[in-house]
């Protein structure tokens, strides 16, 4: 599989992702200026974390005017299987690829620490090779991480089980203590309706080794890998079979 | 001519930094002060011939790129 990972200026995840997607998982893997205006043949698009310019304005706000940033509405329009990490997320729901916004975080301070997240929802090519209910050791690190949507837009969310990640306790309680930054029903990330499109917070490139303090963020490679193998009809991959994949 | 372009959260959403400056003003012993909502505000010097130009223009701003409409609002004075 290809991985494209998008470059925007102020991301400082870009080469841990690249890193999981090329040395941990011996994929393909290209790194993408914001000013490009191809993915290059990409399968999967990774949009990393950091400070896309500087965070300045809001969060995402300047990066989703980036020239690749068409291309991205494109392929994921197409099907294709976009990941929003951190930062990234907060492009995707700028971009208008995710509905809601970043808050501040509700005590003003940027966390940066290991946590736990339950994995709700199967059926995303991130999540695909994960237990329903698996709860991921994964660190986050952010200062706008205060998910918020109209209750209506919740209320959607999750009746269309739109919410894939959710802040949990090791025991794996939903509570306002497993809560790092006051985000509505403790969401940690989303999917699109089509399901192809998946915003979190916490880093799972961050944790896919051992020697950094958990390997739990490799369950959401490696279902992009599942899915990949799951969509690839013969050496091509058909976008029209993915939504089919996800369904199964 | 200037437009002037005040974003602030919706009354709907909470806003932790105002809350905080808020409490801050408390411990100075303001304490008449009952909330505080913290917001940005902007000043876009525009070439245009009419004022309406120049709100049209920045409230086109506003909504692309200056707010975002999910969590904010704003309010635009044009002066020349």
């Known amino acids: 599989m290809k991985f494209a990972v998008v470059v925007f200026p102020g991301s400082n995840c870009d080469h841990d992702t690249e890193y999981v997607a090329r040395t941990v998982l011996g994929q393909d893997v290209e790194l993408i200026w914001h000013k490009d205006s191809s993915l290059k043949g990409a399968d999967a698009v990774i949009l990393p974390g950091g400070f896309a310019h500087g965070d300045y304005l809001r969060t995402g706000a300047i990066a989703r005017f980036s020239p690749i940033m068409q291309e991205v509405s494109k392929f994921a329009a197409a099907g294709g299987p976009v990941l929003g990490i951190c930062n990234g997320f907060q492009v995707l729901l700028e971009a208008g690829l995710l509905p809601g916004a970043m808050l501040r975080n509700r005590s003003l301070k940027f966390r940066c620490e290991f946590l736990h997240v339950g994995v709700e929802q ?28 109209e209750p209506e837009v919740v209320a959607q969310l999750e009746r269309n089980r739109q919410v894939v990640f959710r802040y949990v306790s090791a025991s794996g309680e939903v509570s306002d203590e497993a809560n790092p930054n006051g985000s509505v029903n403790n969401i940690a990330g989303i999917c699109n309706e089509a399901r ?16 950094v303090g958990s390997a739990d963020g490799l369950a959401v490679f490696e279902s992009i890998l599942k ?20 369904n199964k | 001519m200037q437009a002037r372009v005040f974003v602030t959260l919706k009354p709907s959403v909470f806003d932790p930094q105002g809350t905080t400056v808020a409490e801050a003003l408390h411990t100075l012993g303001y304490a008449t002060v009952r909330d505080v ?37 704003y309010r635009i004075e044009v002066t020349s």
Not at chain 1, 136 to 149: E, K, V
Not at chain 2, 38 to 64: C, M, N, P, V
């Open chain 1, 122 to 149: 199967t059926d995303t090519p991130f999540t695909m090779a994960c237990r329903p209910g698996q709860r991921l050791r994964i660190p986050i690190a952010h200062g706008d991480g205060n998910y918020y949507a």
């Open chain 1, 196 to 211: 192809n499109v998946v915003g979190l917070m916490p880093h799972p490139e961050r944790a896919c080794e051992l020697a």
């Open chain 1, 227 to 246: 899915w990949g193998r799951e969509s690839f009809d013969g050496d091509t991959l058909t976008m029209a079979t993915a939504p089919a994949v996800l």
């Open chain 2, 37 to 73: 909502r913290q917001g940005k505000y902007f000043e876009l010097e525009i070439d245009a011939t009419s004022a309406d130009e120049a709100r049209r223009l920045a409230a086109e701003a506003a909504d692309r790129l200056l707010s975002n409409p999910v969590i904010e609002s």
